[in-house]
Antibody, heavy 119, light 107 residues
Framework: EVQLQESGPGLVKPSQSLSLTCSVT????????WGWIRKFPGNKMEWMGY???????SYNPSLKSRISITRDTSKNQFFLQLNSVTTEDTATYYC?????????????WGQGTLVTVSS | NIVLTQSPATLSVTPGESVSLSCRAS??????IHWYQQKSNESPRLLIK???QSISGIPSRFSGSGSGTDFTLSINRVESEDFSIYYC?????????FGAGTKLELK
């Protein structure tokens, strides 16, 4: 069974970087597409970006200058880094598995991790 | 970016009723729409992909329809476990976007 688990700091100071890890079990990240999605207080959802089975990436242009998604295939993990965070980046962050042909839809999700940006 | 408008924002129903939730896109997106259910304190769950394709393990009372700009998620005979928030998401063009959600609540 595919399982995803986010981990990382729950509190980040403004202007610092947010770094999260998604650990995947039951499926190799060298197949399919793998994405990060966040949900803001008030329920708005935002697609942040993805990393593909080959390591290529695509990002939401609204974040493009601040976001990086990388991976470690030996550990079957992928990572999110978001730089220069502000209080507006406070959200629950989810990692998820996309399809074989693209990060078009997400059938498997992590449980989500709340990240609060505050001094 | 493609904007998805979901309506109504909140829908109050009694168990046993059948309902339709709407998602309208700001431009034609063929059938590149997907529906999710999110219960409180849980992760989203994929219900329908590509407007009408069913997902393994999802109850048959959930169905989707539509193409172009207008899409509908139908729930036949709502059950108590269905009260949650429903989101549509488009994958027609990047950045992929979500609707604001429809909250299905107990009347």
């Amino acid at each position: 069974e595919v399982q995803l688990q986010e981990s990382g700091p729950g509190l980040v100071k403004p202007s610092q970087s947010l770094s999260l890890t998604c650990s995947v079990t039951g499926y190799s990240i060298t197949s399919n597409y793998w994405g990060w999605i966040r949900k803001f207080p008030g329920n708005k959802m935002e697609w942040m970006g993805y990393i593909s089975y080959s390591g290529s990436t695509s990002y939401n242009p609204s974040l493009k200058s601040r976001i990086s998604i990388t991976r470690d295939t030996s550990k079957n993990q992928f990572f999110l880094q978001l730089n220069s965070v502000t209080t507006e980046d406070t959200a629950t962050y989810y990692c998820a598995r996309g399809g074989r042909l693209g990060a078009n839809w997400f059938a498997y999700w992590g449980q989500g991790t709340l990240v609060t940006v505050s001094s | 970016n493609i904007v998805l408008t979901q309506s109504p924002a909140t829908l109050s129903v009694t168990p046993g009723e059948s309902v339709s939730l709407s998602c309208r896109a700001s431009q034609s997106i063929s059938t590149s729409i997907h529906w999710y259910q999110q219960k409180s304190n849980e992760s989203p769950r994929l219900l329908i992909k590509y407007a009408s394709q069913s997902i393994s393990g999802i109850p048959s009372r959930f169905s989707g329809s539509g193409s172009g700009t207008d899409f509908t998620l139908s729930i036949n005979r709502v059950e108590s476990e269905d009260f949650s928030i429903y989101y549509c998401q488009q994958s027609y063009s990047s950045p992929y976007t979500f609707g604001a959600g429809t909250k299905l609540e107990l009347k």
